[in-house]
């Protein structure tokens, strides 16, 4: 079966200061993302669509596209406002961040016919989690959709504090709800506190927490094209800074019982460079992955 991986890209000039600062992470000068797709090929998945920003396209080509093109169907979508209500087209037009990442996916729906997995650009996700992932999508269902659900400790730094989305389940590890909160390594505990409500606790570092991996089908389109004109008339006196968000969204959609989300739980250690020390430490850890023949030295060998 066809499966489609969509990689969120859209945002990675603004936080890296250019597509030219990207963290070389790999000892060939391999990116992050280049590992997501490598693990995504090797996982099943035959086809990868990356949400950019027009005015990055060449260069982003140029950096990651010319040598994924050749493993894989690559394809290429534009997060921009051609989808969005003229009479919000001007509300919006000093706007130079992305609309969210309901958005982006929302800008891909004419790429994308088949089960389909999003991750982010700049995360690194583990094979095990992209294996899960493609074996999920081989029977996917409409309005069934999954979460990669990692383990909160395999995903935090000792450097600070981070963002992560809470999962909340019931007995058949279906998704409730995602409680976004902002964590922090304290021992062998994290501290969580929630964004949205007030109030602290700790919790283990078993807790499952949510990183951007989920898997959809197609039907999703639809229901995003339906909320988003609602989103903006909801915000209209808030477009420089609103987000149309894929968790807020997700947990709407599983609240009004028209989708079911299965927790996936993966084994895989999540890294990513949230602060600029954690580069030493993901360099280390693909560094380790390659000694233990997890990844070759050299990733895109011609």
Known sequence: ??????ILAAGMGSRYG???????IGPSGEFIIDYSIYDAKRAGFTKVVFIIKKENYELFKETVGKRVEKQMETDYVFQNNDNVKEEY???????TKPLGTAHAI?????????PFAIINADDFYGYDAFQKAAEYLEHKEEKHYGLIAYHLGNTLTTNGSAKRGICEFNQDKELIGLVESKVTLKGQEVEVEPLEQEGKWTTSRETLVSMNFLLFTPDLFQELEERFPKFLNKNKN??????????????DLVKEKK???DILETTATWHGVTYKEDKE?????????IEEKVYPKNLWVE
């Open 281 to 289: 430490l993901v360099v280390n850890a693909i560094n380790k992955l």
């Open 259 to 261: 989708i079911t989300i």
């Open 1 to 6: 079966m066809k499966k489609t991986l969509l």
């Open 18 to 24: 250019g597509l030219k600062q990207i963290e070389k």
């Open 238 to 251: 808030n477009l420089d800074t609103c987000e149309f968000l894929i968790p807020s969204v997700l947990n």
């Open 106 to 114: 929302l800008c891909a729906k004419d790429k994308i016919k088949e």
């Open 89 to 95: 087209k001007k509300l919006l037009q000093d706007r």
